[in-house]
């Protein structure tokens, strides 16, 4: 074997570009299982950072194959991505080789186990896929073509493992950027607000066993290595069903906070690397709340957060997103003395009503000088102030439709809204238990709603939030008084026609809101919808109507008998509700 050859590889290339392809290379676990990667890297002898993904999307399926409308929306709208690249390798939410080992680097895709060409049960995000792309790490960086310093860069599953793996410490961990990434599996995904989230049911027929392993010829074939996505082996689906772990049965059988979900968890104390968080204010719904909670709470001595706009994987690819990895990887990595310990630790995107963005530096996540301010509800008059109501009012509405409104405005000055969100309500149900939709919306002085394209939905609201009323319990620990941090671990039933006092987290948001417009907050009943034609990716199963595919309209998880009733929100008097917005000044 010549030096410098991996060993294992099914065959090996050089393009014409000078990056050495290694197809299917053998990863043993501990248990004895091997895994299946492709290796990237320079030609020549030389010792290289290594940038490693571990996921279930089929290291062999083409992005523009598996994700065509992405791929199409992307490339069109953002033509850097493609420039300068055959985008023959590209995959989903990975980085793209071609742009990467040219500056120094391997690039390493291992399929998960159970997923693409790894054999296996596939537990998603389990404890033991967790120990797996530890010993992934351990592999990369003791290979004879690695420096001995691995960073983990990729968007939303590959982002969500980074926090998990992290805390395990693996030595030859050097940096993470988690571009995109849930970090709480309840609060951010399953159930929010202890309300569950359909998205699983839906993501994992349409993006997970569509690559399990064990397909065989019925799977696509990597037009690029000549093999098949899913392996050579084919399993009946009755195999392949035992070969998974349904994470949406298991979320259903879970409503409440326990050991499921720790078990995927991280330690956020033990998550010490460098660390670089990227989130969309756009990402409601998933991955935006894990991205600040995972840079607020990680120990990391050394983090950056950075917080953009537009879709979920488009900046990962721009020149904007892919020159930041770079910096923060080439100093970390490399060691190069780029400025990087001179990036301000916050980085923000301010996003403004035209859907355009100035990249602004911070100092702080909440910003230092946020002006917390409370706008007090009044029922009587559908408005929002900073006066305390002194008359006791209320509003009811019914939970089958659009709810309760309250409006701020129109506005006598520009304001900027920029940081966590809450709100503090006086509520009662005429059932046993009331699901609390909460969605902040900016209106323009003719009326128009103010939309952006988020994560996934091109028509987003500004912000929302959710709480199922059983589940008001906070933790005192964690709860702060612009972000409650709720239990979960008790369901606490409603008395009907009692009025209970409720604090509701609303996820982290970014706008600059000109004079003239109004800001409203809606108290609902179900998840909003945009009020005109709904879009569609072909990876996603749900039309986009405003919440992307992160809906809560299971009907056992949600009764009629319980949630379509009468909920009443009171205000004014000895029942305060109001909202919290963390207005900026001018810097």
């Known amino acids: 074997m010549a030096p410098f050859e991996t060993p294992g590889a099914h065959h090996r290339e050089t393009t014409p570009e000078d990056i050495v392809v290694e197809w299917d290379v053998p990863i043993e676990m501990d248990d004895g299982l091997v895994l299946r990667a492709d290796v ?81 049960k596939m537990d998603l995000w389990s404890a033991r896929e967790t120990r797996d792309f530890h010993d992934c790490i351990e592999w990369a960086g003791t290979q004879p073509w690695s420096n001995g310093k691995v960073g983990l860069n990729g968007i939303s599953y590959y982002a969500m493992n980074q926090w998990q793996v992290a805390a395990l410490q693996p030595e030859h961990l050097a940096a993470i950027c ?46 690029n290595s000549g093999l098949l996505v899913c392996g050579d082996e084919k399993l009946s689906e009755e195999e392949r069903a035992a070969n998974l772990t349904d994470l949406d049965v298991q979320f259903r059988r879970h409503p409440l906070d326990d050991e499921l979900y720790a078990e995927r968890t991280p330690d956020f104390e033990k998550i010490t690397v460098p ?44 020149d904007y997103g892919r020159e930041l990895q770079l910096r923060f990887f080439d100093h970390f990595l490399k060691g190069e003395d780029n ?12 996003r403004h009503v035209d859907s355009t963005f100035v990249v602004r530096p911070e100092q702080s996540w909440p910003l230092e000088r946020t002006e917390w301010t409370r706008f007090y509800l009044d029922a009587g008059a559908g408005s929002l102030s ?37 709100a503090k309500l006086f509520v009662e149900s005429s059932t046993a238990d009331a699901d609390l939709f909460l969605v902040v919306r900016v209106f323009s002085p003719e009326g128009e709603e103010v939309v952006f394209h988020g994560a996934l939905d091109p028509h987003t609201p500004v912000a929302q939030g959710w709480l199922r009323a059983s589940h008001r319990k906070l933790d005192d620990k964690l709860s702060l008084p612009y972000r409650p941090y709720h239990t979960h671990d008790e369901v606490q039933p409603l008395q009907p026609g009692e009025v209970y006092e409720v604090d509701v987290e609303i996820w982290p ?15 609902r009943g179900k998840d909003y919808v945009y009020p005109g034609p709904a879009e569609h990716l072909s990876n996603m199963k749900n039309p986009m109507t405003g919440c992307g595919p992160f809906v ?32 900026v000044p001018s810097a």
């Open 40 to 120: 990237y890297r320079p030609t020549g002898e030389g010792r290289h950072p290594v940038l490693i993904t571990y996921g279930p999307y089929g290291k062999g399926l083409p992005f523009q194959q598996g994700y065509e409308t992405s791929w199409e929306i992307m490339a069109r709208n953002h033509p850097d991505v493609t420039a300068g690249s055959t985008n023959r390798f590209q995959n989903w939410e990975v980085v793209d080789p071609e742009k990467w080992v040219p500056r120094g680097y391997v690039c390493v895709r291992v399929d998960s186990r159970g997923a693409g060409r790894s054999p296996g």
């Open 339 to 350: 400025g990087w310990p001179d990036q301000p630790p916050v980085q923000l995107n301010v």
């Open 552 to 583: 809560h309209d299971d009907p056992q998880d949600r009764p009629a008998e319980l949630f379509d009733g009468t909920v009443t929100v009171h205000t004014g008097g000895d029942r305060q509700s109001y909202l919290l917005l963390p207005l």
């Open 386 to 422: 900073t006066d305390r109501p002194s008359s006791e009012a209320s509003v009811a509405y019914d939970t089958t439709g659009d709810g309760a409104s309250f409006t701020l405005g129109p506005l006598p000055e520009q304001v900027e809204v920029t940081g966590p969100l809450a």
């Open 178 to 223: 988690v571009w995109e990434g849930a970090s709480d599996w309840y609060r951010d995904m399953s159930h929010h607000g202890g309300i569950l989230c359909t998205f699983v049911s839906n993501w994992i027929p349409m993006q997970v066993t569509t690559v399990q392993h064990g397909r065989g010829e019925d799977g696509p074939r990597d037009p």
């Open 509 to 523: 948001t970014c706008l600059v809101v000109p004079a003239g417009y109004t800001i409203t907050l809606d108290v």
């Open 275 to 318: 660390l670089l968080s990227a989130g969309n204010w756009g990402g409601q719904g998933l991955h935006l709340r894990g991205n600040v909670e995972g840079y607020v709470r990680s120990a990391s001595p050394q983090k950056w957060l950075e917080m953009h706009g537009l879709e979920h994987w488009s900046h990962f690819y721009t």
